[in-house]
């Protein structure tokens, strides 16, 4: 899984707590449904994160008290994880984007888990938002505007790659609102919602991560050309 706070990739060693349901008559071995609480510490920023987990466990033995000590799950039972805490994934945005686009973004993130339509929908938005206020794109559709956008840009093919599959997935022809009324909550496909949140990320490096870093080398390069009595670097 990855970090809520830090986004890293963990392997984490869970404490569990465990809240079945039965009868007086239950049979230790048969599955028994249920919710188990688990909770540890990110091993990379030791934060606390806590997840409840819904299926169907198996008990393998019993204290005194007739306590589950081990259990495991059910294979091809119905599975749900939710994050108790936090609740939502905490996503970081760079200093470099505009504090307009971070706040809509972390707030595309952080629905994400509790409603994936309403996430693609303000992704959709706030990527349309980027390509009008700083491509000048013709304001049209999003399907048009994302042509436009890769026809007169030189962009890399992780940014393209990202656009097209999001229209893909996001099946504009079959929900023209979509790209008509991108803040409009409509079905989404499964894996919308989170590609989306990801061309995002990709856009923000492109248009704003990267200049920035290009125009703080360049001024360090003048500044060291100016200290030694020469003619700075011009724009090409």
């Not at 945005?93 to 339509?117: C, F, H, N, Q, T």
């Amino acid at each position: 899984m990855k970090c809520p706070y830090c986004e890293t990739a963990i392997n984490i060693t869970w404490t569990t707590h465990f809240i079945y349901e039965h009868d007086e008559c239950w049979d230790p071995y048969e599955i028994e449904s249920g919710q188990e609480v688990r909770h540890g510490k990110c091993p990379e920023c030791n934060k606390l994160i806590i997840l409840l987990v819904s299926s169907n466990f198996i008990g393998t033995d019993r204290d005194e008290f007739g306590s589950l000590r081990e259990r495991y799950i059910k294979e091809d039972s119905p599975y749900n994880e939710v994050f108790i805490f936090p609740k939502f994934s905490i996503k970081t945005v760079a200093p470099e984007v505009p504090e307009k686009y971070g706040r809509d973004y972390k707030e595309a993130a952080a629905i994400l888990a509790i409603s994936p339509k309403a996430s693609a929908a303000m992704s959709r938005r706030l990527l349309q938002t980027i390509l009008r206020e700083n491509y000048g794109v013709k304001k049209g559709n999003l399907n048009k505007e994302i042509d436009e956008f890769l026809d007169s840009n030189k962009v890399s093919s992780f940014i393209s790659e990202s656009l097209h599959y999001l229209r893909f997935i996001g099946n504009f022809a079959a929900h023209p609102s979509k790209c008509k009324n991108t803040g409009e909550i409509v079905e989404v496909e499964a894996s919308e919602a989170e590609c989306s949140l990801g061309t995002l990320d990709a856009l923000f490096d492109f248009a704003f991560v990267q200049p920035a870093i290009l125009e703080a080398w360049k001024k360090k390069i003048n500044d060291k050309l100016i200290e030694l009595g020469k003619k700075p670097l011009s724009d090409s």
